[in-house]
């Protein structure tokens, strides 16, 4: 099958396409000198992530931060670079050719510092049902929420949701219904041009102001994240629906 087809950037624009779906969908743009700049001019702060790819690698933050002076970062390490023709330069040696994509910066809500998203697992026999929702949080340092790549760790939803400080004046009960409802909602979109599909990780956000994102959706979502929490129920059943069940 064409990868392009199972692409970021498509899946991007399946959802984007959504009436339903395109408020909670960050801006995105394939990435170019002009895009980048377009972006940063709107947005000041971005992520750039490759169009293909998974567990985090090669994403970076690019973040305005005074005239013609830009941080970027990168794992756990950032540095300030003077200049779109410095920053130009330092992505091109960081992307090694790979196609990348420039997203909307998120302002997530945050634990102890420490950037916060959700991963949510939509399964599907006869019908579309979330099967387990946790939270990733990243590790100290770094942008990314991917466990194995930052060092990070998960809780439950509703644990994360009652202890970050910016969410206090919002219902945990109520984000995770949003939480169920997009998930739910994406899936059946995808689930139209992909008609063998029947798992679908999402790695979704809430931003201070309790709104919740689709960042991205994943087809080979990593279902052992749910085996960390102490309960494992979630992970019971999430193994129950993939069973038997053909890789695509």
Do not use: C
């Not at 950037?9 to 170019?32: C, D, E, N, R």
């Not at 567990?55 to 941080?71: F, H, L, P």
């Not at 997530?108 to 990733?136: E, S």
């Amino acid at each position: 099958m064409n990868r392009t087809y199972r692409s970021k950037w498509h899946k991007y624009k399946i959802l984007k396409s959504s009436a339903s779906l395109a408020g909670m969908v960050p801006k995105t743009l394939p990435l170019s000198t002009q895009s980048l700049n377009s972006m940063l001019k709107k947005y000041g702060s971005v992520i750039l992530k490759p169009m293909s790819g998974s567990g985090g690698a090669g994403v970076m933050q690019v973040t305005a931060v005074g005239k013609r002076r830009y941080k970027v970062h990168s794992g756990r390490t950032s540095k300030i670079l003077a200049g779109e023709r410095a920053v130009r330069a330092y992505l091109r040696h960081r992307q090694r050719k790979r196609r990348y994509m420039v997203q909307r910066r998120i302002n997530l809500a945050t634990l102890n510092g420490r950037k916060i998203d959700f991963r949510v697992m939509a399964q599907r026999r006869k019908t579309w049902k979330v099967t387990g929702k946790l939270a990733k949080i990243a590790g100290k340092g770094f942008i990314i929420t991917n466990v194995a790549r930052s060092k990070g760790y998960v809780l439950p939803a509703g644990s994360a949701l009652n202890r970050a400080p910016s969410l206090k004046s919002h219902s945990a009960k109520r984000i995770q219904s949003r939480l169920d409802t997009a998930a739910l909602r994406a899936a059946k979109r995808l689930s139209s041009y992909y008609p063998w599909l029947r798992t679908v990780g999402f790695d979704m956000g809430v931003d201070k102001g309790g709104k919740v994102w689709i960042i991205e959706a994943n087809f080979k979502p990593n279902i052992y994240l749910f085996r960390k929490l102490k309960d494992k129920t979630m992970f019971r059943r999430i193994v129950s629906y993939d069973r038997g069940r053909k890789r695509k």
